[in-house]
């Protein structure tokens, strides 16, 4: 009886043979231990538990109350007034339509002023000039003060009597001396300087850093094409930096929307200085505590914030993609 001859198969088929068995096992998936379990859900847990309870939450019930009467002290006593403090506030309320008309100047300047003040300073920052980390440290230092400071500083600066601004002016210590926070027909601008102040600092940090992030061949690009400095940077670098564009936008909107240390400092945000802010803390705290008006004037505040910065980022994103 005759042996069955064995077949060998080549070195190289072999060893693709081989590679196909080990490729065909299947992947043993490592699966999480109890403590991996633990240090996950407390690095998601501990952060989104901090933001519900002193976000979410407070958000939800302001909205919630704001279509109730409630003096702040008794639960028993809450009832229901659908949108009466709504009404109230757009229709009888003497101050809001002045606060909202403030906000909205504030954000113009903000917008208009203090942020291309901001732009200029980075660009300028940008050409590596002798000195140009003191003076980033110098223009910075507002941004690391509260606003309290800030408009402690201020309060010194525009003092009738002994401020710089007067003593600059020759007419500290005289009848001409102008009261710039007390006056309301320029508190509100004197106000809107302290505040560029610190905003431009940080508009000129983020600019900077977004400066530094373009790529050089694209300035080197235009360069070829014969365009000048001012065309480089307006048709080519800013373009470039539209993710730093969003983002400044978002926080100019928000710092107008917001304001409230600093007029609150002043005068408590009276005579002159009303602000959609000031408006929802004179209503929720103090003598004569309104709890259902001072909600509704925060859930609005929240509407105007929310509405422009979505729809901002929504077209800002569908025209990337």
């Not at 949108?83 to 909205?104: M, R």
């Not at 003598?287 to 509704?296: D, M, N, R």
């Amino acid at each position: 009886m005759s042996a069955i001859p064995q077949t060998t198969l080549p070195p190289a088929a072999a060893a693709r043979d081989g590679v196909a068995a080990h490729t065909a096992r299947p992947r043993r998936v490592r699966r999480l231990s109890g403590r991996d379990r633990l240090v996950l859900g407390l690095m998601v847990g501990v952060p989104t538990l901090i933001q519900a309870v002193l976000v979410w939450i407070p958000t939800l019930l302001s909205i919630a109350l704001s279509f109730t009467r409630w003096n702040g002290l008794d639960l028993s006593g809450i009832r229901w007034a659908g949108l009466s403090n709504y009404s109230y506030a757009f229709k009888e309320y003497p101050p809001f339509w002045p606060a909202v008309a403030h906000n909205v100047i504030w954000l113009v300047f903000l917008a208009l002023i203090a942020t291309p003040i901001g732009l200029l300073l980075a660009v300028l920052l940008d050409q590596r000039i002798r000195g140009t980390r003191i003076y980033q440290s110098v223009f910075f230092t507002p941004v690391m003060l509260s606003l309290v400071m800030v408009g402690i500083i201020w309060q010194l600066v525009y003092a009738r009597d002994e401020g710089l601004v007067n003593n600059l002016l020759g007419t500290a210590g005289t009848p001409g001396a102008v009261d710039w926070f007390g006056d309301s027909d320029v508190n509100l601008w004197a106000a809107l300087v302290a505040t560029t102040w610190r905003h431009a600092g940080y508009v000129m940090v983020l600019y900077l850093a977004g400066l530094k992030g373009v790529d050089p061949s694209l300035r080197e690009a235009a360069a070829l094409d014969g365009a000048n400095g001012r065309q480089t940077f307006f048709q080519v670098v800013f373009p470039a930096m539209r993710p730093i564009n969003i983002v400044i936008v978002v926080i100019t909107i928000i710092e107008a929307l917001r304001a409230f240390d600093i007029v609150y400092l002043i005068n408590k945000g009276t005579n002159g200085l009303e602000l959609l802010s000031v408006l929802v803390i004179q209503n929720l705290v103090g003598v004569g505590t309104v709890i259902g008006v001072g909600s509704a004037l925060a859930v609005i505040l929240l509407a105007i914030s929310v509405g422009p910065i979505v729809y901002y980022l929504v077209r800002t994103f569908r025209r990337t993609d």
